[in-house]
């Protein structure tokens, strides 16, 4: 049978039109998902004939603005002849020569940057990768801590975690001998709108969390005090203060009112004329350009929405609303201007906060300091959407595919860049967004990274399942977190769990992108792996925060939060069976290994204490203990597949951040991580 136009065009655009699921089933995706998944590229298509005009146009498609290299790699620059003229970010200029195939060969010493190559008729941009990614680690075996920043604890912290508790968390960790502290996303969330709290479904990826800001960070603890005793609201943050959970709606709203008083409070005084902090205001406001005042204004008009009864989506607006670039978004920016400055100042409060945890961090002796989570994708309602709707997919949802976790698939309601418009924009909404990532850490994390080769759409109305694969320009990203990384002297982490395609791990090493390896995933037939067999170009963990704590898993309680929650006795009960098979297996490679003795305990702490020197046995370049762990702490911070039922990203430390390492099991438990060795 002849191929339809449909599939040949999808095929073009980057859709799997036919893969294979975790039974093994040969599927074919249905015409109404293709159609609906190559609308969101811009290539609607009701009919075959239809098909066959968009399938024309993506021929006729011009190359992208941007080509990515490596240096020492030969690389093809259309339609380039003859005599070339590589003119470097630097400065230096470099004789090339093209063959009649348009193929230059760039030496290895070739500067790594954003260059640009002349023939005499017409540029190109072209980004060099370095011949030799950055080694982060330099060769030695590092450890380090994972925090949930929302979780941290301190004096007078007001409910959630805010960037002084982290700032004394890193000098603290550092002070311990930590090379590396981990943390949540700080992804700009919906100000206006605290129950959306989720740090893996942001507003924006390209800024900052102001929930996390210390109010007194800027204006001194005496001055915030009364700042809380005029507004009234001692009462209200002590309240949060001694929940056992954040009250995200509560606490967001007592820190806004707090941090409004203290702009309005400081506009007339300290953030007035044109020096001291205000200069320093207006500079970071400059250097923010167009994106930091859209998202801004976004911030604004949100609230202002939403008090008039309107829609939280911006797609619901009112049409004037819907363009930030349109006289309706300006007029009533300029209505809203103070509202706008705060926001504004907001930023400029955060970034100064995660620069400073930052500088504590390496300040006390860490060799990477923060590690900043990227998350997968933003929420199609948020700043970044409405901001750069044109980068972004929309009318699908980030998810995936059936799987054994979760038989009918996942749709996480996250948009993410489209192929298309990251080559005709030269990619620039990709680097910005590493770069903002990387701006106060050293080093990133990449969620799902697996999502950079493809990743499983979802249509709007349509169930989990019914969604498919999208491919993306891999080896191009690849180039540019090399690039990336090697400019900043950064790490990069990818999380690549799950079912990984083949060669995909190579293709990360080349890069210079650690792999994850899991405690939990670490299996060979079913027993649990010798840690000598983990891969040394990667990072070894007892956990994550989608998973069960080790104290958690041993004594079930995530088995426990899947009965509440609703899934099946019987499956609930197969689950106990296996549990009880696993933990044999476990203490069985703990004793094996040499972490543990005798039979296996029936406390957790136990447990714990040997799940801790297994990672820290791992020839891995980087290990890492959560605090859930460190602490033997059961719970875990979010249990996928929920979101009111399970108490997700919401969890509070048990102890204050300046106490920590003052328990002696804590305290053992970290000198494993100092002193075991890979065997």
């Known amino acids: 049978m002849a191929e339809s136009a449909l599939h040949r065009l999808a095929e073009r655009a980057g859709l799997v039109v036919q893969w294979r699921d975790y039974r093994g089933n040969d599927c074919t995706v249905p015409d109404a998902t293709l159609r609906a998944v190559l609308a969101a590229l811009g290539l609607s298509c009701d009919d075959e004939a239809a098909a066959r005009e968009q399938f024309e146009q993506l021929r006729e498609e011009p190359p992208a603005p941007l080509l990515t290299a490596v240096a020492g790699s030969t690389v093809r620059l259309p339609g380039m002849r003859g005599p070339l003229t590589l003119v470097c970010e630097g400065g230096v200029r470099l004789s090339l020569h093209a063959n009649?195939?348009?193929?230059?060969?760039?030496?290895?010493?070739?500067?790594?940057?954003?260059?640009?190559?002349?023939?005499?008729?017409?540029?190109?941009?072209?980004?060099?990768?370095?011949?030799?990614?950055?080694?982060?680690?330099?060769?030695?075996?590092?450890?380090?801590?994972?925090?949930?920043?929302y979780g941290l604890r301190r004096a007078g912290g007001g409910g959630v975690g805010d960037y002084t508790a982290l700032t004394e968390l890193a000098a603290a960790a550092a002070s311990q001998g930590a090379d590396a502290l981990c943390i949540s996303p700080v992804h700009a969330p919906f100000d206006a709108e605290p129950r959306h709290f989720s740090p893996y479904a942001p507003s924006s990826r390209l800024f900052l969390n102001a929930w996390h800001v210390d109010p007194s960070a800027l204006v001194g603890a005496g001055a915030c005090k009364a700042m809380i005793a005029e507004l009234g609201l001692a009462e209200d943050l002590a309240r949060c203060d001694a929940l056992p959970l954040v009250d995200w709606p509560a606490v967001v709203t007592a820190r806004r009112r707090l941090l409004r008083g203290l702009f309005d409070q400081l506009r007339g005084k300290r953030l007035s004329g044109s020096g001291g902090l205000a200069q320093e205001l207006a500079n970071f406001r400059a250097s923010g350009g167009v994106a930091l005042e859209r998202h801004a204004r976004f911030e604004a008009l949100q609230a202002h929405v939403l008090a008039h009864g309107g829609a939280w989506h911006w797609r619901e607006w009112p049409a004037p609303l819907r363009d930030p670039a349109g006289p309706g978004v300006r007029e009533l920016a300029q209505r809203l201007s103070s509202e706008v400055d705060f926001h504004v100042f907001l930023q400029w409060l955060a970034n100064h906060g995660l620069a400073g945890a930052q500088a504590a961090a390496k300040r006390g002796g860490?060799?990477?300091?923060?590690?900043?989570?990227?998350?997968?994708?933003?929420?199609?309602?948020?700043?970044?959407?409405?901001?750069?709707?044109?980068?972004?997919?929309?009318?699908?949802?980030?998810?995936?595919?059936?799987?054994?976790?979760?038989?009918?698939?996942?749709?996480?309601?996250?948009?993410?860049?489209?192929?298309?418009?990251?080559?005709?924009?030269?990619?620039?909404?990709?680097?910005?967004?590493?770069?903002?990532?990387?701006?106060?850490?050293?080093?990133?994390?990449?969620?799902?990274?697996?999502?950079?080769?493809?990743?499983?759409?979802?249509?709007?109305?349509?169930?989990?399942?019914?969604?498919?694969?999208?491919?993306?320009?891999?080896?191009?990203?690849?180039?540019?977190?090399?690039?990336?990384?090697?400019?900043?002297?950064?790490?990069?982490?990818?999380?690549?769990?799950?079912?990984?395609?083949?060669?995909?791990?190579?293709?990360?090493?080349?890069?210079?992108?650690?792999?994850?390896?899991?405690?939990?995933?670490?299996?060979?037939?079913?027993?649990?792996?010798d840690p000598s067999q983990w891969s040394r170009r990667a990072v070894a963990t007892t956990s994550t925060h989608d998973v069960a704590s080790v104290a958690g898993w041993w004594q079930g309680g995530?088995?426990?939060?899947?009965?509440?929650?609703?899934?099946?006795?019987?499956?609930?009960?197969?689950?106990?069976?296996?549990?009880?098979?696993?933990?044999?297996?476990?203490?069985?490679?703990?004793?094996?290994?040499?972490?543990?003795?005798?039979?296996?305990?029936?406390?957790?702490?136990?447990?714990?204490?040997?799940?801790?020197?297994?990672?820290?046995?791992?020839?891995?370049?980087?290990?890492?203990?959560?605090?859930?762990?460190?602490?033997?702490?059961?719970?875990?911070?979010?249990?996928?597949?929920?979101?009111?039922?399970?108490?997700?990203?919401?969890?509070?430390?048990?102890?204050?951040?300046?106490?920590i390492f003052d328990d002696e099991a804590v305290a053992a438990r970290l000198e494993s991580l100092r002193q075991e060795r890979p065997s």
């Not at 010493?109 to 370095?130: F, M, N």
């Not at 990984?500 to 995933?521: K, N, Q």
């Not at 370049?621 to 959560?626: F, M, S, T």
């Open 100 to 149: 009649d195939s348009s193929l230059v060969a760039l030496a290895d010493d070739c500067e790594p940057g954003y260059h640009q190559v002349d023939d005499g008729r017409s540029t190109l941009r072209i980004a060099v990768a370095p011949a030799k990614p950055y080694d982060a680690t330099a060769g030695r075996r590092l450890w380090g801590l994972a925090a949930q920043l």
């Open 366 to 529: 860490m060799r990477i300091g923060l590690v900043a989570d990227l998350a997968v994708g933003t929420h199609d309602g948020g700043s970044h959407a409405w901001s750069h709707r044109d980068d972004l997919l929309s009318g699908v949802s980030v998810g995936a595919p059936p799987d054994e976790l979760n038989t009918q698939g996942q749709a996480w309601g996250l948009t993410h860049f489209s192929p298309r418009a990251l080559r005709a924009h030269g990619f620039q909404p990709f680097i910005d967004m590493l770069r903002a990532a990387l701006r106060h850490a050293g080093g990133v994390r990449i969620d799902h990274i697996l999502g950079l080769n493809r990743l499983w759409l979802v249509p709007q109305g349509a169930a989990p399942h019914e969604g498919c694969y999208l491919r993306y320009p891999l080896e191009d990203l690849l180039r540019l977190i090399r690039l990336e990384a090697d400019r900043h002297q950064a790490l990069v982490i990818g999380e690549d769990l799950g079912t990984v395609p083949e060669g995909f791990r190579e293709r990360m090493d080349e890069a210079g992108v650690l792999g994850l390896r899991v405690l939990w995933f670490e299996r060979d037939h079913g027993l649990f792996s």
């Open 558 to 659: 995530d088995i426990e939060w899947r009965q509440r929650t609703g899934q099946p006795p019987s499956e609930v009960e197969d689950a106990r069976v296996q549990r009880a098979v696993d933990r044999r297996a476990l203490w069985a490679a703990f004793t094996h290994t040499g972490v543990a003795k005798g039979p296996a305990p029936s406390a957790a702490d136990d447990v714990v204490d040997a799940a801790i020197r297994q990672v820290a046995r791992a020839p891995s370049a980087l290990a890492i203990v959560p605090l859930e762990d460190l602490c033997a702490e059961a719970e875990q911070p979010n249990l996928p597949g929920t979101t009111t039922e399970h108490p997700n990203w919401r969890r509070r430390s048990t102890g204050p951040v300046d106490k």
